[in-house]
T-cell receptor, first 115, second 114 residues
């Protein structure tokens, strides 16, 4: 059973470009979470999605960031018009169902560098 | 505000000695507590969790953690450290009143010396 897959692993963008980060959850998992890790900091929650629904986006910046988890295909985190401050590691996690006791399984992350 | 504190940026320990990585939390209600480990350029790996029941929780790779409600702590421990345990350790809490998001501490870098 493959784990959570994220691609690309490394992404370099110039200021003003768009960044698209993909996440394929573990097989059988229908809940996806995105976290951002700034250098020397812990992970900060961004958004929680189920298939075709955004459940909690309280951690998402109000502008330029969006996320989706379509019925078919991976979850996408999109950052428009990137700025240097967007440089970070973005981690996706998945879980099989809701319930506060279920651990989340994390992918290897996408490291975004904005030049 | 709900938060998790890991007061030590780095913990150094000699191989074979016991280790402790500290974590305290500030959450209303009865939280669910987790420990994750991160190796360089890798994602987070789940180590253990406390939901309810016995305050001493045993997890992967010989790690254990003790939940102390009065001190609002969930320290990670291992009786005998290995060099291969060297990594970044994150404590996380999931407030019971919230959706499934995790609140992470800032991490503690564990360095085990041979």
């Amino acid at each position: 059973n493959a784990g959570v897959m994220q691609n690309p692993r490394h992404l370099v963008r110039r200021r003003g470009q768009e960044a698209r980060l993909r996440c394929s959850p573990m097989k059988g998992h229908s809940h996806v979470y995105w976290y951002r890790q700034l250098p020397e900091e812990g992970l900060k929650f961004m958004v929680y999605l189920q298939k075709e629904n955004i459940i909690d986006e309280s951690g998402m910046p109000k502008e330029r960031f969006s996320a989706e988890f379509p019925k078919e295909g991976p979850s996408i985190l999109r950052i428009q018009q990137v700025v240097r401050g967007d440089s970070a590691a973005y981690f996706c996690a998945s879980s099989p169902r809701t319930g506060s006791h279920n651990e989340q399984f994390f992918g290897p992350g996408t490291r975004l560098t904005v030049l | 505000a709900q938060s998790v504190a890991q007061p030590e940026d780095q913990v150094n320990v000699a191989e074979g000695n016991p280790l402790t990585v500290k974590c305290t939390y500030s959450v209303s209600g009865n939280p669910y507590l987790f420990w994750y480990v991160q190796y360089p350029n890798r994602g987070l790996q789940f180590l253990l969790k406390y939901i309810t029941g016995d305050n001493l929780v045993k997890g992967s790779y010989g790690f254990e953690a003790e939940f102390n409600k009065s001190q609002t702590s969930f320290h990670l421990k291992k009786p005998s450290a290995l060099v291969s345990d060297s990594a970044l350790y994150f404590c996380a809490v999931r407030p019971p009143s919230d959706t499934d998001k995790l609140i992470f501490g800032t991490g503690t870098r564990l360095q085990v010396f041979p």
